[in-house]
């Protein structure tokens, strides 16, 4: 065991796939030399040598494009895209190509990529480095959807998705990156994708969240008077979403309140409540609240915490549906 | 049949003021008058004060995160002064600060960026650009566009637009180069090849020789110039400009520069790139040269420069105020530029500062709940 951020667990889970795998390539803008803008990728291209932990010309689309005829070709590759931002040039890549040549080929040739992403705000960066877009991919078939927001969960996550034979595109809360540390086993381990963590157990109300809103939750949860009884629900994997997890405890709560940075309409706000809806109806005892970005752009970083849910917002809501 | 050339081609590499001062007097003849290069020069000191300031605004935690424009400003200036002020149509990526403000943008706004606020981005009324372009290279397809559209409604206007050696690698730069031959729209393409796009050398970005030929696969003309030498940064800009107004289409221009600085200030370049090599670019810094030539042809002195630099820092002083003393925007900041006009919804989270129905509708609230609950 060791005491790691979030990056050092991730480049922990890097370093021990790679050593064990030959197939296992990293490609990306500045991933090399300089082990990545977060260091996420330091010390790798040592190690590994630049044959295995490249540095591409800056093209998003062709990271995206080239990982993918790698994978297809019987690599592992783990392409990197600097910040969410810049998913932009190499979305067309991700979702209609990588997504989508298992299903067109009839399982023929697959992709069995990672690709890896910082993602969301509050650390001050410039703009289009502060975005949530996991709604735009969890609502693309055929790829799967993970963000973690420990060190543990990223690093036993991060090689399941490695592993699986489907791209996965896995977001990194970069406001997390440095911010928290705890224990993290040396040997390789694997958590499934497709698994919520209960990180708190409760029995008033169920508060669903991933990401760095994690941190945010449990600060709320902090604030609140003693006899609240919060569950709180990490989904660690956005798609395919535990939907097990998120009714079972709902349907013991009787509540619940969805927190996420993204904005509010068509995010996986909307999505968890329809769930809710679906299989919880006559559990519930108040509709089921969502604490969101706004449907706006991310702002700058003057506005950016004004932006964000954060401990008061989420305490409130939190007491208005249980006062509902 | 024997085989025969398709096609050849050959770049041109322009300087006229090399890094030792010396100034090739047939090439830059009448190019710039003297109190022209004076005023230049000036503006070339300003502009790095500022920038000296930003970066330490950014070290003691008043900005944000900065890339610093040092040591590529002759190409900044040289092109930017080429352009027809309030004429032409500037459409910058983030390393020429000095073509903006030549171009009439307040000094402060491009603190205001980067101290995290739109209100940076606001171009004033009159002032012929975009703002700074953070997703590299996506910019010059807009400016492709915008020259088209001056095509278009035949008014004698180009439109100039800046990026890095790395921007070369995207898409976007070779699909506006096509689009802007193609069409032949009054469009410069102006690259800062400062060497480095953060930590991948120039090498790395593409295996062709020049950037500037790049052109020729596009049919468009194109040339590399020194980057750090003002006057020939300046001829070839204006060359490329002059033949875009008079309906010759688009060009190439390669500036040969190098980013002194380190990529941002969230770099650290010593962890990539030779102390070697920057002490070598460090002695061709575009302004020591230029101040040589002035200081060569009895155009300035000691004097003279400390009296500039005086007055540099008392520029610099008003900017950060200005950039400093302007109040936090307001909250409904966030909400009122989405649209022309909000929508219901996007109403209702402005007024309610809340994303959920439950807050949104006090009635429904759970305002009585909680009393209730109490
Ligand atoms: C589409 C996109 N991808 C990645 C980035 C991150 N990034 C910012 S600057 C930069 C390097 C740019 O290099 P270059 O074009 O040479 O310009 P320079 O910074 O050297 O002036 C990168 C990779 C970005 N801003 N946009
Ligand atoms: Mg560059």
């Known amino acids: 065991m060791a005491n790691l951020t979030l990056v050092q667990a991730i480049?922990?889970?890097?370093?021990?796939?790679?050593?064990k795998d030959e197939r296992v390539v990293l490609l990306g803008e500045d991933v090399g030399l300089n082990g990545g803008v977060f260091r996420v990728t330091e010390g790798l291209q040592k190690r590994f040598g630049p044959d295995r932990v490249i540095d591409t010309p800056l093209s998003e689309s062709g990271i995206m494009g080239t990982a993918i005829g790698l994978a297809m070709a019987g690599m592992r590759s783990i392409p990197e895209i600097q910040f969410e931002g810049f998913l932009g040039p190499a979305y067309d890549q991700l979702v209609n190509h990588a997504a989508?040549?298992?299903?067109?080929?009839r399982g023929a040739v697959t992709?069995?990529?990672?690709?890896?992403?910082?993602v969301g705000g509050g650390i001050h960066a410039p703009e289009l480095h502060s975005d949530s877009p996991e709604a735009i991919y969890a609502h693309s078939p055929g790829i799967k959807v993970v963000m973690p927001c420990t060190p543990r969960d990223a690093k036993g996550l991060l090689i399941s998705a490695i592993r699986d034979p489907d791209p996965v595109i896995f977001f990194e809360p970069k406001r997390v990156y440095r911010s928290f540390r705890e224990e993290v086993p040396e040997d390789e381990y694997t958590i499934p994708i497709g698994q919520a963590k209960v990180v708190n157990e409760g029995t008033d109300l169920t508060v669903v969240t991933w990401g760095a809103t994690v941190f945010q939750c449990l600060e709320a949860m902090d604030?609140?008077?003693?006899d609240v009884s919060i569950e709180l629900v990490d989904l660690r994997t956005i798609y395919p979403l535990d939907v097990d997890t998120v009714v079972q405890s709902v349907q013991k709560t009787g509540r619940c309140v969805v927190v996420h940075e993204a904005p509010k309409t068509a995010g996986m706000g909307a999505e968890i409540s329809a769930l809710i809806q679906e299989h919880c109806f006559l559990h519930l005892?108040?509709?089921?609240?969502?604490?969101?970005?706004?449907?706006?752009?991310?702002?700058?970083?003057?506005?950016?915490?004004?932006?964000?849910p954060d401990a008061k917002k989420i305490g409130e809501s939190v007491m208005q549906t249980l006062a509902y | 049949m024997p085989i025969r050339t398709a096609y050849t081609a050959q770049i041109e590499y322009l300087q006229i003021l090399d890094e030792n001062g010396q100034f090739d007097e047939k090439l830059g003849k009448d190019l710039l008058a003297p109190e022209e290069v004076v005023f230049l020069y000036q503006h070339m000191v300003t502009c790095r004060a500022l920038d000296q300031i930003a970066f330490k605004l950014q070290r003691s935690g008043r900005m944000g995160?900065?890339?610093?424009?040092?040591?590529q400003e002759a190409a900044a200036i040289g092109s930017g002064y080429a352009a027809k002020k309030g004429v032409d149509f500037l459409v910058p990526c983030y390393r020429e600060n000095a073509a903006l403000f030549l171009h009439g943008l307040p000094m402060h706004y491009v603190l205001l960026h980067w101290m995290g606020d739109e209100r940076g981005n606001k171009i004033p009324e009159g002032v012929q650009q975009l703002p700074l372009c953070i997703p590299i290279g996506t910019q010059m397809l807009h400016a492709t566009g915008i020259a088209w559209a001056f095509k278009m409604r035949k008014e004698p206007r180009v439109a100039i637009t800046y990026f890095g050696d790395g921007a070369t690698s995207e898409g976007d730069f070779h699909e506006a180069m096509n689009f802007a031959s193609t069409f032949q729209v009054p469009c410069v393409f102006f690259c800062q090849n400062n060497q480095w796009a953060i930590s991948v050398p120039r090498e790395t970005q593409t295996a062709s020789e020049t950037i500037a030929q790049k052109a020729i696969a596009y049919g468009m003309p194109s040339i590399q110039v020194d980057g750090n030498d003002l006057f020939a940064v300046f001829k070839a800009?204006?060359?490329?400009?002059?033949?875009?107004?008079?309906g010759g289409g688009p060009s190439l221009i390669e500036a040969v520069t190098y980013r002194l600085g380190d990529h941002t200030t969230a770099d650290d370049a010593r962890r990539y790139r030779d102390a070697q090599e920057l002490e070598m670019w460090q002695g061709k810094d575009p302004m020591i040269r230029l101040r040589k030539y002035?200081?060569?042809?009895?155009?300035?002195?000691?004097e003279k420069e400390a009296a500039h630099q005086e007055k540099s820092k008392a520029i610099v002083q008003e900017v950060v105020k200005a950039a400093e003393g302007i109040e936090k925007p307001s909250i409904d900041d966030i909400f009122d530029f989405t649209y022309a006009t909000l929508p219901a919804e996007l109403e209702a989270q402005k007024r309610t500062l809340r994303t959920s129905s439950l807050g949104q509708d006090p009635e429904q609230a759970g305002l009585q709940g909680e009393a209730q609950r109490a």
């Not at chain 1, 480049?11 to 050593?19: K, S």
């Not at chain 2, 995160?65 to 040591?71: A, L």
């Not at chain 2, 800009?237 to 008079?246: F, P």
């Open chain 1, 11 to 19: 480049t922990l889970a890097l370093q021990q796939e790679m050593e």
């Open chain 1, 100 to 105: 989508r040549y298992r299903s067109r080929t």
């Open chain 1, 111 to 118: 992709v069995p990529m990672t690709v890896r992403v910082p």
């Open chain 1, 223 to 226: 604030n609140l008077p003693e």
């Open chain 1, 285 to 308: 005892k108040a509709p089921v609240q969502r604490v969101t970005g706004f449907d706006t752009m991310m702002p700058y970083y003057k506005l950016e915490l004004d932006y964000l």
């Open chain 2, 65 to 71: 995160t900065y890339p610093q424009n040092k040591g």
């Open chain 2, 237 to 246: 800009s204006r060359e490329a400009i002059e033949r875009a107004r008079g």
């Open chain 2, 294 to 302: 002035l200081v060569d042809r009895g155009l300035w002195d000691d």
